[in-house]
C-alpha cells in the first residue's frame, strides 16, 4: 500500500470561512483531535501575524503530540528585498517548527494585478525564499497559488515557477485550484504532465469547492501521484470552503487502497468531525458523506428490508469503519422491516399481527402529520401500544390552562391538572413561564412522588410547525419536544389543531418513555 499524507489547514484556511472563529486554547484542543484522527501536518497559520496567531504559537511550542508536525505559513519574500531581510521570512525562519509553507504567485494576472513584479522577478521570489528558509534548517512545502488557472493560460511559465522551488530546496509542490474552478479532468491531465516532466520530487494538492468538486480534485491529483493532499475538517474556508479532508480520507484509504490513517484512527472520523464541529458551535450537516447524521439512515422499506438482509445492499461501507452508526426511520414509506428492524432495537417481541397493525397506524398518522423520524420515543410507544405491552403512567381526568395578562405588562400562566396514578386522584395547580412549562411543573408534582426518578427528566427543545398554513390560526400544529436524563436523550411529538393538546401530548409521550427506562416495569 503506497502512503498518502494528509495536511490539514482547518487552523488558517478554515478560519477564513464565514462565521468561523476559534481562540487560540481552541486550536491547540483542534490540533490535538487532527492528531489523534492521524493528520500527519497541521497548519498553524501566519507567526505573529495578530496577538492570536502568536498566542498560539507560543502554546503549541510546547505541546507534545503523537505523531503530527506542526507546520508555519508564510509568502515568498517582499519584491525588492532580499530574503534574509524579510521581516516576515525571519519570522517563519525563528519558529519552533521544522515545517514551513510558503505560497507564491503562479498566474500571470495576479503578478500583473497584485504584486506587480515581472516573471523573471517572482521567479526569484519564489527560489530565493524557499533557500533562505532550507538554510535555515526548515522542510518547505510550496503551495503553489492559482496553479491550475495559469497552467491553463501558460504552461511553460507554470513549470517554471516550480522548478524555482525546487531549485529553493522544496520538498514538496503543492499544486492549489485556489479559485476552486477546475474540473477532476483538467486537474488529473495537469498533474500528469507535472509528475512526468518533475518525477523526483513529492506533489500535494491544495483544492477549493466553488465547483463542488474539492473531493473529487483531490481524488483525482492522487491517481495521477500527488501523495499530500490539502484540505480541512468538514470542508471549512472561504467561499465554498477547501477540499473536505472528512470525506477524503475514508476514499482514499477504504475505496482507494492508500494507507492514510489505518483503522483504528479512521473509526475516529466521526467523533473528530463532530468535536470540531462543537467547538465551532457550527452543527455538521446531517448529510454529510461518511460523518453526518443521515449518511446511514435508512427510510424506504424496500432499502430496510434490504439492510436487514445484508447491509451492503444500499450502504457503500459499514458505519463503524468510519465512526457512524445506522439508522432506521419510521415514515409513511416505511414497510414491515422497519418496524421489526426497531422493534429488536428496543428489545420487543412483534408478532405478524402486531406489527401489520403498527405499519398501519404509522402510515395512518403520519398522513395525520406525524413525523417519526425524530420523534423515537413517541414511535417506540406507539409500538409497544401495538404489541399489547402498554400500560399508561397516569390516567388523565382533565387539565385547565389559564393565561393572564396584567396592567404592569407581565403575563402569568396556571395549569390545573387532574389525573389518577396507581388509584390515587391527584388536583395540582401549578404556574409556568407558559402553558407547556405550567402543564409540566403540575404533572411532575402529581406524579413524582411515586416515580422520583422522572424529575431528572429535562426538556431540552420545544419547535412547533404549522401543518397547513391556508387555515391560518386554525391550522393544524405539530410540536416535537426534546428530552434528556442522565443517559441519553430522545424525541417526542404531538399533534392537534389545538397547540396546548398537542404539547401535551408530546410531554406525556417524553415521560411515559422515560418511565420504564429507570423503574424497569412494562414500558407503555
Known amino acids: ?11 488558517r ?15 491547540v484542543r483542534v490540533a490535538h483531535a487532527l492528531d489523534r484522527m492521524g493528520v500527519e ?11 492570536k496567531e502568536a498566542e498560539l504559537f507560543e502554546l503549541l511550542a510546547v505541546e507534545q503530540f503523537e505523531q503530527a508536525e506542526v507546520c508555519a505559513f508564510g509568502m515568498t519574500r517582499r519584491r525588492g528585498v532580499e530574503a534574509d531581510q524579510d521581516e516576515a521570512l525571519r519570522m517563519l525562519a525563528d519558529s519552533f517548527t521544522p515545517v514551513v509553507t510558503v505560497v507564491g504567485k503562479t498566474w500571470s494576472l495576479h503578478l500583473e494585478k497584485v504584486t506587480k513584479v515581472s ?8 527560489e530565493d525564499s524557499i533557500a533562505f528558509l532550507t538554510g535555515n534548517g526548515k522542510r518547505v512545502i510550496y503551495d503553489a497559488e492559482h496553479f491550475f488557472d495559469a497552467w491553463r493560460e501558460d504552461q511553460d511559465y507554470s513549470m517554471e515557477c516550480l522548478k524555482a522551488a525546487v531549485a529553493g530546496g522544496a520538498v514538496n509542490l503543492s499544486l492549489c485550484d485556489t479559485n476552486g474552478s477546475s474540473l477532476p479532468n483538467q486537474i488529473a491531465s495537469a498533474v500528469a504532465e507535472v509528475a512526468a516532466e518533475l518525477g523526483g520530487v513529492e506533489l500535494g494538492i491544495h483544492a477549493h469547492n466553488d465547483a463542488e468538486c474539492g473531493v473529487a480534485n483531490s481524488l483525482a491529483a492522487v491517481r495521477e501521484g ?17 477540499a473536505n479532508l472528512v470525506s477524503i480520507l475514508p476514499a482514499l484509504e477504504l475505496k ?17 468531525s463532530h468535536y470540531i464541529a462543537e467547538l465551532l458551535n457550527v452543527p455538521v450537516d446531517p448529510d454529510q458523506p461518511y460523518v453526518g447524521r443521515n449518511a446511514f439512515a435508512h427510510k424506504g422499506g424496500m432499502h430496510v428490508a434490504g439492510i436487514a438482509s445484508d447491509a451492503r445492499t444500499f450502504e457503500h461501507l459499514e458505519p463503524e469503519q468510519v465512526g457512524n452508526s445506522r439508522m432506521i426511520l419510521p415514515s409513511e414509506l416505511s414497510g414491515k422491516a422497519t418496524v421489526l428492524a426497531r422493534a429488536k432495537e428496543i428489545g420487543l417481541d412483534l408478532d405478524d399481527e402486531a406489527a401489520r397493525k403498527a405499519i398501519t397506524e404509522l402510515k395512518k398518522r403520519e398522513h395525520e402529520g406525524y413525523h417519526y423520524e425524530a420523534a423515537e420515543a413517541s414511535f ?20 385547565r390552562v389559564l393565561t393572564e395578562m396584567r396592567e404592569d405588562g407581565s403575563v402569568v400562566t396556571e395549569a390545573t391538572l387532574r389525573i389518577w396514578v396507581d388509584g390515587e386522584r391527584h388536583l395540582c395547580v401549578a404556574e409556568g413561564n407558559g402553558p407547556v412549562n405550567a402543564l409540566d411543573q403540575a404533572l411532575r408534582s402529581a406524579i413524582t412522588s411515586q416515580y422520583p426518578h422522572l424529575a431528572d427528566i429535562e426538556l431540552t427543545g420545544y419547535r412547533v410547525r404549522i401543518l397547513d398554513s391556508d387555515h391560518g390560526t386554525g391550522a393544524g400544529t405539530r410540536v416535537l419536544l426534546d428530552s434528556s436524563d442522565r443517559e441519553g436523550s430522545w424525541g417526542s411529538i404531538g399533534v392537534s389543531e389545538n397547540i396546548i393538546e398537542a404539547s401535551w401530548e408530546a410531554l406525556v409521550d417524553s415521560l411515559e418513555y422515560a418511565f420504564p427506562r429507570e423503574t424497569g416495569k412494562v414500558a407503555p
Open 1 to 11: 500500500m503506497e502512503k498518502v499524507k494528509l495536511y490539514d489547514t482547518t487552523l
Open 13 to 27: 484556511d478554515g478560519m477564513q470561512g464565514q462565521g468561523m472563529s476559534l481562540s487560540a486554547a481552541e486550536k
Open 41 to 51: 501536518l497541521i497548519e498553524a497559520g501566519f507567526p505573529a501575524s495578530n496577538p
Open 119 to 126: 516573471p523573471e522577478e517572482n521567479l526569484a521570489m519564489i
Open 226 to 242: 500527488v501523495r499530500l493532499v490539502q484540505g480541512t475538517i468538514n470542508g471549512y474556508g472561504e467561499r465554498c470552503g477547501n
Open 256 to 272: 482507494m487502497g492508500y494507507e492514510v490513517v489505518g483503522p483504528e484512527r479512521l473509526s475516529e472520523l466521526s467523533a473528530t
Open 380 to 399: 417506540d410507544l406507539l409500538l409497544r401500544r401495538c404489541a399489547g405491552e402498554y400500560e399508561p403512567l397516569f390516567k388523565l381526568e382533565g387539565f
